[in-house]
C-alpha cells in the first residue's frame, strides 16, 4: 500500500523545490565495491532512485572507490547486476568516483590557496592526541601556520611521491575547539602506495571520504545526497566543503535510519565472516539477505519494494519483523503464479477399484483466483504419492484426512476412502490402500456428500523426482545475535532442511532457474539457478503459505 502522508525527506525536498534552491532533483547510491549488497542497501536504491522518480529528476550509480585497499572488481560487477535487477534505472555510465581524483587534488589546491587546508606532519598518534576529546578542546598543530607558498609545493611534493607513506597528511583549517570533533581540522589527504583499480599507480596521495564525498556529488549535480545516521555529525564538515570550494548549488545531505531486519545477519563485515568461515554457501546462500540471495532464493524486485514502502522512511533505528518481507513475497506471487502439485513426504497411496494401467489427465486450473492463468492437464492413476502428514493410523480429534474408514477429496481429482495399510517389519505404514468413488469427480457438479478434508498428489508413474530445499532464520532467535562476543555463532541448526525424495507432477518442462510456483499446500518455491538441472530439478522454499505477520 502506497503511503498518503510524505515522508521527511520528501518534506525537506519540496521545501527546497518551492525556495528555488533546486530547480531539479538529482539523487545518487554509492556503493563501496568492497563486498555484495544487502537488503539493506536496496532500501537506499529504491529510497534514492525512487525519489528521481518521483520528481522527475535522475539517479546516478556511482562508485565510492576513493579507499583502494578493500576494493574489488568483482564488487562491481555483482553490485550493477543487482542495482539493476531491482529495477532502479540510473541516468547514463555507471560513475566511480576515482574518475574525480584530478578534480579533488585540483579541489585541495584552492582550499590551500583560500588558506583553508595546510601540510601537517605531526604523526597520526600526535594527530589524534591534538585533536583532544569531548570533553576537551583540541590543540593548534605546529604546522597549522605554514605559509601558502609552503602548502602547495608540500602538497605537491606529496603528489610528486616525495615523501613516505603517513608521513604528511593534509588538513582543513576550520577550528581545533569545536564541539563537533569532525571539524577539528580533519585531514583530507594521505600519502598511501596503494594500487587502484581504476587509476592503478597514478596516484599516491588519496583523499579522505569526508572530503572526497561532498566534490563527487557537486561534480555530478547532485540535489540531494542521502545517507545513513551515522554521517549526521559528518554533515557540517559536508556543508564546510561544498561552501569553501564556492560550488554555485551546493548539494545538501540529509540522513536516514538503517535498516535491519530480526534474525537475519546484515553488514558486509559479517556475512564475510559466514562466507570465509564456509557457514553458508557463498555470498547468493538463500539464507542470507544479500541481493544475490534474496534473488536466489526467489524474492521478485517488486516484493522488495513493497517491503520498503511498508517500512518508510525515518529518522530513527529501529527492527524489522523479517515476517514482513515474507508477507510481501507471498502477496507478490499470490495471484502471479500456477498451484501446482509437489509432495515433499512421499507416501504411496493404492486406488485397488481403479484401472491398472490407466492414466487419465485431468484439468486443472493453473490458479483459482486468477483465471488469466489457464488451465492444465494433471495425470491421474491407480498408484499415487501423499504426504506422510496427510495419513494417520489413529488420528487425533479433528483430524480430516485419511485414517482408516475415512473419506476424503483428492484434490481436482475424485474422494476416496482409506480402506487399509500395509506395513514393513518395523511396523511402519508404508502403502495405504483406498477405493475411490467415480461419482465424485472434481467438475462433474457432484453434490451428494460432503467431505471435510482435501489432500494432494501426484500420479507414481508420472511423478517427476526432485530436490526441494527448507529455509529457517540463520539466526538462533533464542540466543538473539548471530555472533556472540567471544566470537562463535548461533546458528539456527534447522536453517536448512534438505529432501532428496519429493514427487513433483510432470509439468515443469522447459523451467529455468529463477522460475517460481505455489505448491500447493506447502508454500512457494524456486528453482535453484546455481544447482538445479532440467534431469535433477531443485527447488528453494521461498516462503510457507502460513504467517505468524499480521497488518
Ligand atoms: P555495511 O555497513 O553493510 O558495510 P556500508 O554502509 O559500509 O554497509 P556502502 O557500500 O558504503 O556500505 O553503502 C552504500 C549506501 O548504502 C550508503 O549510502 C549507506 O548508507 C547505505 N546503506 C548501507 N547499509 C544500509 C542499511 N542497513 N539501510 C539503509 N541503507 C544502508
Ligand atoms: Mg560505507
Ligand atoms: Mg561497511
Same mark, same amino acid.
Given at each position: 500500500k502506497p503511503a498518503v502522508t510524505k515522508n521527511f525527506i520528501e518534506l525537506a525536498i519540496d521545501k527546497d523545490l518551492a525556495e528555488g534552491k533546486y530547480t531539479e532533483i538529482c539523487t545518487r547510491f554509492p556503493p563501496e565495491p568492497n563486498g555484495y549488497l544487502h537488503i539493506g542497501h536496496a532500501k537506499s536504491i529504491l529510497l534514492n532512485y525512487g525519489l528521481a522518480k518521483k520528481y522527475n529528476g535522475k539517479f546516478h550509480l556511482r562508485f565510492d572507490d576513493t579507499n583502494p585497499t578493500k576494493e574489488k572488481t568483482e564488487f562491481v560487477q555483482s553490485i550493477i547486476a543487482d542495482v539493476e535487477w531491482l529495477g532502479a534505472a540510473y541516468d547514463g555510465e555507471v560513475r566511480f568516483?576515482?574518475?574525480y581524483f584530478d578534480q579533488m587534488y585540483e579541489a585541495a589546491v584552492k582550499l590551500i590557496k583560500k588558506g583553508k587546508a595546510y601540510v601537517c606532519d605531526l604523526t597520526a598518534d600526535q594527530i589524534r592526541e591534538y585533536r583532544g576529546t569531548l570533553k576537551e578542546p583540541g590543540k593548534n598543530s605546529p604546522y597549522r601556520d605554514r605559509s601558502v607558498e609552503e602548502n602547495l609545493q608540500l602538497f605537491e611534493e606529496m603528489k610528486e611521491g616525495k615523501y613516505p607513506d603517513g608521513s604528511r597528511v593534509l588538513r582543513a583549517k576550520i577550528d581545533m575547539s569545536s564541539p563537533n570533533i569532525n571539524m577539528r581540522d580533519p585531514i583530507l589527504y594521505r600519502v598511501a602506495r596503494m594500487t587502484h583499480h581504476?587509476?592503478?599507480?597514478?596516484?599516491c596521495i588519496y583523499p579522505m571520504y569526508d572530503f572526497a564525498h561532498p566534490i563527487e556529488d557537486a561534480i555530478e549535480g547532485i540535489s540531494h545526497s542521502i545517507c545513513t545516521l551515522e554521517f549526521e555529525d559528518h554533515r557540517p564538515l559536508y556543508d564546510w566543503v561544498v561552501r569553501e570550494l564556492e560550488y554555485p548549488m551546493p548539494p545538501r545531505q540529509i540522513e536516514f535510519a538503517k535498516l535491519y531486519l530480526t534474525n537475519v545477519v546484515t553488514g558486509k563485515r559479517y556475512i564475510k565472516k559466514l562466507v570465509d568461515q564456509g557457514?553458508?554457501?557463498?555470498?547468493?546462500?538463500?539464507?542470507?539477505?544479500t541481493i544475490a540471495a534474496l534473488r536466489r532464493r526467489g524474492y521478485t524486485p517488486e516484493s522488495i519494494k513493497m517491503f520498503m514502502e511498508m517500512v518508510g522512511v525515518s529518522k530513527s533505528n529501529s527492527s524489522v519483523d523479517y515476517a514482513m518481507l515474507d508477507y510481501c513475497i507471498r502477496e507478490d506471487l499470490k495471484m502471479k503464479r500456477s498451484r501446482m502439485m509437489a509432495v515433499l513426504h512421499p507416501l504411496k497411496l493404492v486406488i485397488d477399484n481403479y484401472p491398472e494401467g490407466q492414466i487419465e489427465y485431468l484439468d486443472v486450473p493453473n490458479n483459482q483466483e486468477n483465471e488469466a492463468l489457464g488451465t492444465r492437464k494433471v495425470p491421474f492413476g491407480r498408484e499415487l504419492y501423499i504426504e506422510q502428514d496427510d495419513f494417520m493410523e489413529v488420528p487425533p480429534k479433528k483430524?480430516?484426512?485419511?485414517?482408516?474408514g475415512n473419506e476424503v477429496r483428492l484434490m481436482s481429482a475424485y474422494f476416496v476412502t482409506c480402506t487399509d495399510v500395509v506395513k514393513d517389519e518395523a511396523g511402519n505404514v508404508v502403502e495405504v490402500h483406498c477405493t475411490y468413488d467415480p461419482?465424485?469427480?472434481? #467438475? @462433474?457438479?457432484?453434490?451428494?456428500r460432503k467431505v471435510k478434508g482435501t489432500i494432494h498428489w501426484v500420479a507414481k508413474e508420472t511423478a517427476v523426482k526432485a530436490e526441494v530445499r527448507l529455509y529457517e532464520n540463520l539466526v538462533d532467535e533464542s540466543k538473539g545475535?548471530?555472533?556472540?562476543?567471544? #566470537? @562463535?555463532v548461533n546458528i539456527n541448526p534447522n536453517s536448512l532442511t534438505v529432501l532428496k525424495d519429493c514427487c513433483l507432477e510432470p509439468n515443469f518442462e522447459g523451467a529455468v532457474g529463477g522460475d517460481s510456483y505455489q505448491f500447493v499446500r506447502n508454500g512457494f518455491f524456486c528453482i535453484d539457478s546455481k544447482d538445479s538441472k532440467p534431469d535433477a530439478l531443485v527447488f528453494n522454499r521461498i516462503v510457507s503459505l502460513k504467517s505468524s505477520f499480521k497488518l
Open positions: 568516483a576515482s574518475n581504476n587509476t592503478g599507480d597514478k596516484w557457514i553458508v554457501d557463498g555470498w547468493d546462500d538463500p539464507r542470507l539477505v483430524y480430516f484426512r485419511l485414517y482408516p461419482e465424485t469427480k472434481s #467438475g @462433474s457438479g457432484f453434490t451428494g545475535s548471530v555472533y556472540n562476543e567471544d #566470537g @562463535s
